[in-house]
Structures are given as C-alpha cells and as structure tokens.
C-alpha cells in the first residue's frame, strides 16, 4: 500500500475533498444574511478622527473593545487591540495549530527510506 501510485492518488483525493467542502462552506456562508453591511459609515472620517464617532449602540463585550481598548490594551488601533490583546491567546493558538498541521503534513507526506534500504540489504 506504500506505493507511490496509492501516494499519488491520496493526495489528489484528499486535495479534491478539501477543496469541496471549502466550496460547500462558503456558498452555505454566502447565502446566510450579512450581520452588518457598513451602509453610511465614512471610512476615511473614522480613520481620520475615531472620536467623533458615536459608540453608545455597542453592548456586551463590543462595549468593552469599542469604549475601553486604548484604556485597556494602550494601543491606538481598535484592530491591533482585538487580534493581539483581547484575542491575543487565541491567536496564539490558532498559529500552534497551523504549525502542527504542516508539520503533521509534512511527517505523513514525507518520502520513506526505510523500503529502500531494506530492498539494497536483500
């Protein structure tokens, strides 16, 4: 089962699979309702002058990270607050998990020499 023709055709399976269910995910997604479509928001206003804008309607933990993040995180964009502070472990987590998957990738794809040598040895 080793075979390099069985490799071969894994591969291509299992690349075709990902590539399905990657398509299926993002037409389920596509046809779901935006929750917000930034009607009427003047992007370069709020780049230029954050405080102008109103920020009462936000609610929950978006209170927090709209109200409170230069307070909390001493960072001047909302952003950078929320992907290196507020989310700063799960951000660190999801790039343990990229790392294990190439490297999981990497040790089930590699090319064996185990056959070959036991093959020169007979």
């Known amino acids: 089962m080793n075979s390099p023709k069985f490799k071969k055709w894994a591969i291509i399976i299992s690349c075709a699979l990902i590539v399905i269910i990657g398509l299926i995910a ?3 997604m596509a046809a779901t309702p935006s929750s917000y479509n930034g009607e009427g928001v003047d992007v370069v206003s709020l780049y230029e ?3 102008v804008h109103e920020e009462e309607d936000a609610d929950g933990v978006a209170a927090v990270i709209v109200n409170e ?3 909390e995180t001493a960072a001047d964009n909302v ?3 929320v992907v290196f502070n507020f989310r700063g472990y799960d951000t660190l987590g999801e790039s343990f998990i990229l790392i294990a998957a190439i490297a999981g990738s990497l040790a089930i794809l590699r090319k ?3 056959g070959k040598e036991e093959a020169q040895n007979e």
């Open 69 to 71: 993040h230069e307070e």
């Open 79 to 81: 952003v950078y607050s």
């Open 26 to 28: 993002a037409f389920k």
């Open 112 to 114: 064996s020499t185990v």
């Open 49 to 51: 002058n954050p405080t």
